[in-house]
């Protein structure tokens, strides 16, 4: 009889401690010693969408959704007049609307018009065709960069993902109304703002291959080498790419053809041209 008495006393503190387990927040539980618990996710600091500036124009295409409301999502391409065609609220026009300006509008006119009640409106560029700037050539990601603003020739170029080795020093620009200007890297890299122009929609941006010459006889490292890092580039400086004379090298046996013929009197500060095939000859022992 006692043993039933206890038991009962204890069930409503067993219940007790149930229901404030269950409210308190939950802990960690200790790891092993010396093991520091695992760090709370932490958010990742955005990016910047690089279209969220983009302003709408004719032939871009833009996708328009409502959360939760599937028979509203809509893709269209922007007629010449600015304009496109959604449900319920008919023909709109969106030219010179960013995407969240585009999603605030699109949310008013179906409020306003009593067709939701709290739409949660999306609004995304699906495909850019009114401003961009066209990148060419030997860059890590050629194609069409979207621009919502005017930007610097190395923003545009960092965008796309820099230059490859295999190109030339220097980026050509040239201007919608047919100007061009040969922009050396270094100086986009380094120089002032003068020397890194604005680009704007309609531009293109040509990164040419850099010019080769070839080395082959009594050098360490025969073989095809870019001219390009300096403005003079000598029969030195083409040993020096070429890894150096070979062991049986020598400087007065150097020859240079070019364009099929072979130049006369070659001196060590002699001028590398693109397309130069340098043969190093044997020295006499």
Not at 180 to 205: C, H, N, T, Y
């Amino acid at each position: 009889m006692d043993a039933i008495m206890t038991f009962s006393r204890m069930i409503p503190v067993a219940l007790a401690a149930t229901m404030l387990a269950a409210a308190a927040p939950a802990q960690m539980m200790p790891g092993p010693p010396g093991v520091a618990p695992p760090p709370a996710a932490a958010a990742q600091p955005g990016t910047k969408d690089l279209t969220e500036g983009y302003v709408l124009g004719p032939d871009d295409v833009v996708e328009v959704s409502v959360l939760g409301q599937p028979e509203f999502t809509t893709r269209a391409r922007v007629r010449a007049d600015g304009t496109i065609q959604l449900p319920f609220i008919g023909e709109t026009p969106v030219a010179g609307q960013t995407a969240l300006s585009l999603s605030d509008m699109v949310s008013n006119k179906l409020r306003s018009g009593g067709y939701y009640a709290k739409p949660v409106v999306t609004a995304e560029i699906v495909s850019f065709a009114s401003r961009y700037v066209i990148i060419l050539g030997e860059i890590a990601t050629p194609g069409l960069q979207p621009v919502d603003r005017e930007y610097r020739v190395s923003e545009v170029i960092a965008r796309a993902g820099g230059l490859r080795e295999t190109g030339a020093d220097f980026v050509i620009l040239r201007r919608e109304d047919g100007q061009e200007m040969k922009l050396p890297f270094e100086k986009l890299a380094r120089g002032s703002e003068e020397d890194d122009p604005m680009v704007r929609a309609g531009d293109k941006l040509y990164v040419p291959p850099a010019e080769r010459f070839y080395i082959y006889g009594q050098v360490n490292a025969p073989g095809v080498y870019p001219i390009k890092g300096v403005e003079t580039f000598t029969v030195r400086k083409a040993l020096a790419r070429g890894g150096g004379l070979g062991p049986s090298g020598s400087p007065k046996r150097i020859k240079i053809f070019r364009n099929g013929e072979e130049m006369k009197k070659v001196e060590l500060d002699a001028e590398i041209q693109p397309g130069d095939v340098v043969v190093v000859g044997e020295r006499i022992f």
